[in-house]
């Protein structure tokens, strides 16, 4: 499995979501940096399921332990590696998928990848759960980044129909991306919450689910990072994004949007700011040709709705050869946009220390 990301800060994550425990091992982060652990266990409350009815009623307190690679809150240049124990599962819900692949799930796809040996209790290594191991470097990292003034920012973009206010992307104010960083439902405008909440309480009460649009910010990025054609930051970036289970598109910039403007509309003017450079737009999203320009790198990231839901739906016996039906059992999210926050957070960070 390609478990593995990164060619200068390894990330390697292991575990199933109904296994013992889920853990990271972290190789090639600069020794003597000094780590908040409170910090990363607020980032690791932020995804925790639990507690929040847009969220799966399973618990999980989601405290790392540190194994190796840290003493007294240092790093010490060994691999940091840590483990997440699972302590709230129900196996017993996902019987039937043994022999019934879930619609939207992977069970059907690694059934044959796999010759049928993959581990289906609860998604197994294909689960959300696995998100938190990204968390947990996510947090490490960001405080290193931010130690070098780069800093990583998520919100809501949408739930649905319901919008959050978007991201300026010229840059937000710093006092924006701290109040962000530790909100369990991080919007720009919390005006916009009840809506939203009363969007995925729709969806819960039929026993469906709904998706919805993360956008991520980050600042201080200096220009020339990257290199194309399949060294860009967009492919670095997309590909760390992508690790998330249920992210299904990406934009930079303008994005999809951009593709029906005309380039004298789409195009971002460039100007001096004193010595530096910047540009009066930013559809461009913070990077040209690969190569990061200085200004902003924002983008966005489609999170699909949760594909397990309790209404019938058909699928295949596959010891039968047959066609017949499927009600998910188990303690799902009606909505995954919301953890994913710091889910897109981490794999930003993850994939900018690797490009630095």
């Not at 980044?145 to 937000?172: C, M, Q, T, W």
């Not at 109040?179 to 405008?189: C, G, P, Q, S, V």
């Not at 201080?220 to 299904?248: H, L, Q």
Request: glycine share 12%; with cysteine; proline share 6%.
């Amino acid at each position: 499995m390609g478990s593995v990301f990164g060619n200068k800060v390894k990330i390697s994550i292991f575990g199933e979501s109904h296994g013992t425990a889920i853990g990271v091992v972290i190789d090639g982060l600069p020794s003597g940096e000094r780590i908040d652990i409170d910090e990363v266990y607020a980032q690791m409350a932020r995804r925790a399921p639990g507690g929040d009815k847009t969220a799966t009623p399973r618990k999980e307190a989601d405290i790392p332990q540190i194994l190796s690679g840290m003493i007294d809150g240092v790093i010490t240049g060994a691999p940091l590696a840590a483990v997440i124990y699972n302590t709230n599962t129900r196996s017993q819900d996902y019987g039937n998928v043994m022999t019934s692949p879930r619609p939207g799930h992977s069970d059907y796809a690694a059934y044959v990848r796999y010759s049928a040996k993959n581990d289906v209790r609860g998604g197994g290594h294909f689960s959300g759960r696995l998100t938190a191991n990204m968390v947990f470097a996510g947090a490490v990292i960001r405080q290193i980044l931010k130690r070098r003034g780069i800093d990583i920012a998520a919100h809501i973009y949408s739930v649905g129909s319901v919008n959050d206010e978007p991201f300026d992307p010229l840059g937000i104010p710093t006092e924006l991306i701290e109040r962000l960083n530790h909100e369990k439902f991080a919007l720009a405008d919390p005006a916009r919450e009840s809506a939203m909440r009363e969007e995925v309480e729709a969806v819960r009460i039929k026993g469906d689910s709904i998706g919805g649009v993360v956008e991520c910010i980050i600042q201080g990025m200096p220009a020339g990072i990257g290199e194309p054609m399949f060294g860009g930051a967009e492919n670095i970036i997309s590909a760390a994004v992508f690790g998330v289970p249920a992210v299904k598109g990406i934009e930079f910039g303008s994005g999809f949007a951009g593709s029906q403007l005309t380039g004298s509309k789409n195009n971002d003017e460039f100007y001096y700011d004193g010595d530096t450079v910047r540009t009066y737009t930013n559809n461009h999203g913070g990077i040209l040709g690969g190569i990061t320009s200085g200004m902003p790198i924002i983008f966005r990231a489609a999170v699909k709705p949760t594909p397990s839901i309790s209404i019938q739906q058909r699928t295949i016996d596959l010891q039968s050869g047959e066609n017949t039906t499927i009600s998910v059992k188990g303690r799902h999210d009606p909505c995954i946009v919301p953890r994913a926050v710091p889910v897109i957070e981490s794999a930003a960070a993850i994939a900018v220390i690797n490009m630095l």
